[in-house]
């Protein structure tokens, strides 16, 4: 099993950023590909960004592209999202998720493992 505990939400004025960490413990070496999902009141979980386990091919929602940015550490067994130029519709819980699988995938069921999420509240 893989635990996921994720870090760094908080509440930012629009324009601001913040760096999500998603740290995995546990049977690590199971964990192939990592992403972001997020749900805003009222609506459904959805895709927010997703990097392969090396870390080559990233992913992103047309919502966040050009601002948000997902690297990962495999060192240090660490998945972050970091966000610039926050708008009031980013806020939402923030969902990291892991695969077994290396490759990237965009769908919440192709996730083995989940964080317990983290609120991410941008006012205007």
């Known amino acids: 099993q893989v635990q996921l505990i994720e870090s760094g939400g908080g509440l930012v004025q629009a324009g601001g950023s913040l760096r999500l960490s998603c740290a995995a413990s546990g049977r690590t070496f199971s964990t192939g590909a990592m992403g972001w999902f997020r749900q805003g009141p009222g609506k459904e979980r959805e895709f927010v960004a997703a990097?392969?386990?090396?870390?080559?091919?990233?992913s992103y929602a047309d919502s966040v592209k050009g601002r948000f940015t997902i690297s990962r550490d495999n060192a240090k067994n660490t998945v972050y999202l970091q966000m610039n130029s926050l708008k009031p519709e980013d806020t939402a819980v923030y969902y990291c998720?892991?695969?077994?699988?290396?490759?990237?995938?965009?769908?919440?069921?192709?996730?083995?493992?989940w964080g317990q999420g983290t609120q991410v509240t941008v006012s205007s």
């Open positions: 998720a892991a695969r077994t699988s290396v490759l990237v995938m965009t769908r919440s069921y192709a996730y083995d493992y």
């Open positions: 990097v392969n386990r090396g870390g080559s091919t990233t």
